[in-house]
T-cell receptor, first 112, second 114 residues
Framework: SQQGEEDPQALSIQEGENATMNCSYKTSINNLQWYRQNSGRGLVHLIL?????REKHSGRLRVTLDTSKKSSSLLITASRAADTASYFCATDFNQAGTALIFGKGTTLSVSS | SAVISQKPSRDICQRGTSLTIQCQVDSQVTMMFWYRQQPGQSLTLIATANQGSEATYESGFVIDKFPISRPNLTFSTLTVSNMSPEDSSIYLCSAREGGDGELFFGEGSRLTVL
């Protein structure tokens, strides 16, 4: 069963604007990861945040994690048309290297 | 980082037939997984491919329908057996190098069952 629930399901913005996507999960985690999927392609890893971290940055990406609320957010700043894709959060329950459980995803459309 | 190649990338299949998807990783990896992504949906884990032993299936997936092999640390196959139109999906192979880091994904195999 899916662990994460993203919102919004779909987001349309203009180039240059910021995009925020949220993810909620149900059980305790070891880490939470965000992935991007361009249409018809495989998934690409964006960023990993561990349960003892609250915020992480990578380029134009900023991820926060609130374990008390079991939620995370992904912020993409200064969006570009090339950011148009589906974004998924994925939760990792333990350190044993088991499979990730993916949320339903947010479809982001950035228009120029 | 691991690079994963899957084939076929896409296929159109007839109802009742079976198709085997191959997944090749360019380096030895600890764990390999198979996911299904139905049209417009998220990823659902089918099974963990265990090297040299039977795969570990998730609830709702059975070995008779989705037999999986993993003969070594770089290769796995997934067979979709006795296909029906409901099996039309993208099947994604993924791998983990070890520990609790990121998953690497192949480009997926898009199956259409008529």
């Amino acid at each position: 069963s899916q662990q994460g629930e993203e919102d919004p399901q779909a987001l349309s913005i203009q180039e240059g604007e910021n995009a925020t996507m949220n993810c909620s999960y149900k059980t305790s985690i070891n880490n939470l990861q965000w992935y991007r999927q361009n249409s018809g392609r495989g998934l690409v890893h964006l960023i990993l945040i561990r349960s003892n971290e609250r915020e992480k940055h990578s380029g134009r990406l900023r991820v926060t994690l609130d374990t008390s609320k079991k939620s995370s957010s992904l912020l993409i700043t200064a969006s570009r048309a090339a950011d148009t894709a589906s974004y998924f959060c994925a939760t990792d329950f333990n350190q044993a290297g088991t499979a990730l459980i993916f949320g339903k995803g947010t479809t982001l459309s950035v228009s120029s | 980082s691991a690079v994963i190649s899957q084939k076929p990338s896409r296929d159109i299949c007839q109802r009742g037939t079976s198709l085997t998807i191959q997944c090749q990783v360019d380096s030895q990896v600890t764990m390999m997984f198979w996911y299904r992504q139905q049209p417009g949906q998220s990823l659902t884990l089918i099974a963990t491919a265990n090297q040299g032993s039977e795969a570990t299936y998730e609830s709702g997936f059975v070995i008779d329908k989705f037999p999986i092999s993993r003969p070594n640390l770089t290769f796995s196959t997934l067979t979709v057996s006795n296909m029906s139109p409901e099996d039309s999906s993208i099947y994604l192979c993924s791998a983990r190098e070890g520990g609790d880091g990121e998953l690497f994904f192949g480009e997926g195999s898009r199956l259409t069952v008529l």
